[in-house]
């Protein structure tokens, strides 16, 4: 199984980031999808969450201003970040969760992708 995340870059606060992930290599169904960051010195966390059928959940410093979405045809999940803060610089990593038979089978993670917001 292979996550290939993209989109990170450089980006002044205010800006706005488009983060992809695409999951392949697998004939597994695709459960949950995640995405989480881990900032200089801090531990990782959970970013932005969505199911397979959907519903989502944030991180409450990212309400309003990120959203998670997915493409279940092509095994992919985006995360649409607006209004940038400087505070938002990370590593963000991509997460994967495969069912097998409806029951949960495994996790994978990406390789991560940099995030840096200047002020």
């Known amino acids: 199984v292979q996550l290939q995340a993209s989109g990170g870059g450089l980006v002044q606060a205010g800006g706005s980031l488009r983060l992809s992930c695409t999951a392949s290599g697998s004939s597994l169904s695709i459960n949950g999808m995640g995405w989480y960051r881990r900032a200089p010195g801090k531990q990782r966390e959970l970013v932005a969450a969505i199911t397979s059928g959907g519903s989502t959940n944030y991180k409450d410093s990212v309400k309003g201003r990120f959203t998670i979405s997915r493409d279940n045809g092509k095994n992919t999940m985006y995360l649409q970040m607006n209004s940038l803060k400087p505070e938002d610089t990370a590593v963000y990593y991509c997460?994967?969760?495969?069912?097998?038979?409806?029951?949960?089978?495994?996790?994978?993670w990406g390789q991560g992708t940099l995030v840096t917001v200047s002020s």
């Open positions: 997460n994967v969760d495969y069912f097998r038979n409806g029951r949960y089978d495994n996790t994978y």
